[in-house]
């Protein structure tokens, strides 16, 4: 039986925080993530963590290769979280990358890994479970310091689960091609059933098994969601000024910089028609303007759902997202 007890954790150093601070901007660390970053780095356990959304997941497999010289491999099932995570790095000075099965530059990215050049290599379940990368793997164990495994979104490791993929399922080998690296497994939605899969799954062995035990309150993950959309405005993905003219200029101008308005006012046309905009399109524009306005203060002008039909799914998605937060906030329910 998987070992699960817990050991008391001693709490950050100064110099824990120190490249916290440096490299993350955030001046102490949550209870569970300190636990987590404690097991991998002090005690070299392999984790089970089930953290709500909202409360650092990422930090626990991003910060390692910050503290420790090596390289973090990071499994995750989502090609667009992937890349926005890496632009975050990028924006913080942390080399990284990612490898999937369809992508252009592979043999590139594989060199640039095999000469140092990243600290966190994302890869898809794909490209990890294909002839191709289970070599780069095999080689990564033995030419490289790699220092933790991540499985990021683990629920869709368990067919009991509400995201089953069957590559995510064929990860046990990895403790047989990285015996001494400790797998940090973590997920925001794991029942009992789904949780002892992930374990059984993934050969977790002296295993910090560690489960939230306060969730935040719904308040709570909103106010976080709110921090997170207004910290990233100026660097991250997506720009969104109107939805069918009724949002202001002038609105957009009290959630981002005079430069980046100025940039969102000079690509707009009145004549724009943004049933028109296909996801394609909003890439292309947001990959030289690095720029991110707050979509979500547009809802609370009240644009209806029979008009959001014909805007790209991302658009929709955040659509939906708030009018959750907004009955949320309301005391409603989901």
């Known amino acids: 039986e998987q070992a699960s007890s817990q050991k008391e954790t001693k709490g950050p150093r100064p110099e824990d925080l120190n490249i916290l601070s440096k490299y993350f901007g955030h001046k102490s660390f949550r209870p569970m993530q300190w636990e987590i970053l404690s097991a991998i780095i002090q005690d070299r356990r392999d984790v089970c963590a089930i953290m709500c959304t909202g409360y650092g997941k990422s930090l626990c497999f991003q910060y390692p290769s910050t503290f420790m010289e090596g390289i973090t491999l990071v499994i995750s099932p989502l090609i667009s979280l992937m890349e926005d995570q890496i632009l975050s790095l990028k924006v913080s000075n942390i080399p990284a990358c990612l490898l999937g099965s369809a992508q252009k ?12 050049l990243y600290n966190i290599v994302y890869v898809t379940p794909e490209f990890c479970t294909g002839d191709l990368g289970t070599d780069v793997l095999k080689r990564m164990s033995r030419e490289l310091s790699v220092i933790l495994i991540a499985v990021d979104e683990a629920h869709c490791i368990s067919s009991w689960g509400h995201d089953f993929r069957y590559q995510y399922r064929q990860l046990g080998f990895l403790h047989s091609v990285f015996p001494e690296v400790p797998i940090l497994a973590v997920t925001a939605t794991a029942t009992t059933k789904v ?12 295993l910090a098994d560690l489960t939230g035990k306060s969730q935040p309150q719904k308040e709570d993950n909103l106010k976080m969601i709110e921090s997170y959309l207004i910290t990233r405005l100026c660097r991250r993905r997506f720009i969104l000024d109107y939805f069918e003219d009724k949002v202001e200029l002038k609105q957009v101008q009290k959630n981002c910089c005079d430069n980046c308005t100025k940039k969102l006012y000079d690509n707009r046309s009145d004549q724009e028609k943004y049933k028109d905009i ?16 707050d979509a979500v203060s547009t809802l609370q002008y009240g644009f209806e759902v029979q008009n959001q039909l014909g805007y790209p799914e991302v658009f929709r998605n955040i659509y ?10 309301n005391g409603g329910k989901l």
């Open 278 to 293: 296909d996801e394609k399109g909003c890439y292309d524009f947001t990959k030289d303007s690095k720029i991110l306005l």
């Open 195 to 206: 949780r002892e899969d992930i374990i059984q799954s993934l050969n977790l062995r002296n």
């Open 320 to 329: 939906y997202m708030d009018l959750a937060g907004t009955n949320l906030k």
């Open 105 to 116: 530059s592979q043999s590139k990215v594989i060199s640039e890994i095999f000469n140092n």
